[in-house]
């Protein structure tokens, strides 16, 4: 059974950095071919796909996020985590880390709709954040 936790602060002071981590347990982040993500959701609003790193430790951008974000991980822990910079009142959300996958290529992964709650199989309970000061 593949467990994904989150982690990290529920009060972030705007224009600063938000740091989360997921600890995976279960599975490797280093197992092929499926893709780790960051989702989150603002309260009356949809869900957003933040970014994702693959197997390989390979990054992927939401790209109206991606001057701000950043994910990595860390394959003893296996945990990965999400850093939000310069955060603004409109980065309050429900933050999910969720595994999806498989997908054989990066193409293939590209293609994907990936704000699709479908395309993801194990999901984090999730974390609220609020951006206050």
């Known amino acids: 059974q593949v467990r994904l936790q989150e982690s990290g602060p529920g009060l972030v002071k705007p224009s600063q950095t938000l740091s989360l981590t997921c600890t995976v347990s279960?599975?490797?982040?280093?197992?092929?071919?499926?893709?780790y993500s960051w989702l989150r959701r603002p309260a009356g609003k949809g869900l957003e796909w933040m970014g994702a790193?693959?197997?390989?430790?390979?990054?992927y951008y939401n790209a109206s996020l991606r001057s701000r974000a950043s994910i990595s991980r860390d394959t003893y822990k296996n945990q990965f985590s999400l850093q939000l910079s310069s955060v603004t009142p409109e980065d309050t959300a429900d933050y999910v880390c969720?595994?999806?996958?498989?997908?054989?290529?990066?193409?293939?992964?590209?293609?994907?709709?990936?704000?699709?709650?479908?395309?993801?199989?194990?999901w984090g309970q999730g974390t609220q954040v609020t951006v206050s000061s």
């Open positions: 969720a595994r999806g996958g498989p997908y054989y290529s990066d193409s293939e992964f590209q293609k994907v709709p990936h704000a699709k709650e479908i395309e993801y199989n194990y």
């Open positions: 279960g599975d490797s982040l280093a197992t092929r071919y499926y893709y």
């Open positions: 790193i693959d197997h390989k430790g390979g990054t």
